[in-house]
């Protein structure tokens, strides 16, 4: 017999699937308006982040309500506390969205300073790890979420490459290339960063699962 709060926490499912939806377009539109110099694209990443904000204020009200009305223990407990976690982090994703395209306006009148290779490079595995996080927390899949752990350090290793490159055969050579540089070098951080949001969803889905903290104990892994 299903219970009252089990089509509540479907919806609240659904609600935070949402959330991912929109966290992954963000990415995907703010580094499109990038590679295509789309100022129009971008400045759209930017006005429709109030959508975000307000469906990240519905998640929460609904968690903190479930967990009012049902007082719910062990599984169900941890799935609305890892949902209102999760919820952050994907608005998290999304605010960073909006700084990639804020950072794409600043260079989108200047000339190319060199051929984009290497970010989108970066932006794919970030919207890859973004996606399998959110998988793994529809599926509660504990192997995902792991590949999503262990795919993290490729971004790292990608990041600090495009940032060697900026400074060492940028900067350094050419000071008058620093203010361009200097954007897509925080452009590359920002998808790094969202990688690491998206692999704090990881380590949260592995806690819903099997109650079972593996933050900052890689050693759990």
Known sequence: MERHIDQELKELNNEILKMGAYAEESIFKSVEALKNRDKELAKSVIDNDVNADRLELIIDEKCVDLIARYQPMAKDLRFITTGMKINAELERIADIAVDIAQRTLEIVDKPLLKPLVDIPKLAAIAQNIVKMSIDS?????????????????EADTLRNLIQKELIEDYMVKDGSTAPRAVQLLLIARFLERICDHATNIAEDVIYMVQAEVVKHHPEKL
């Open 137 to 153: 927390f529809i599926k509660g899949d504990i192997e995902l979420a792991k590949k999503v752990l262990a795919s993290d350090s």
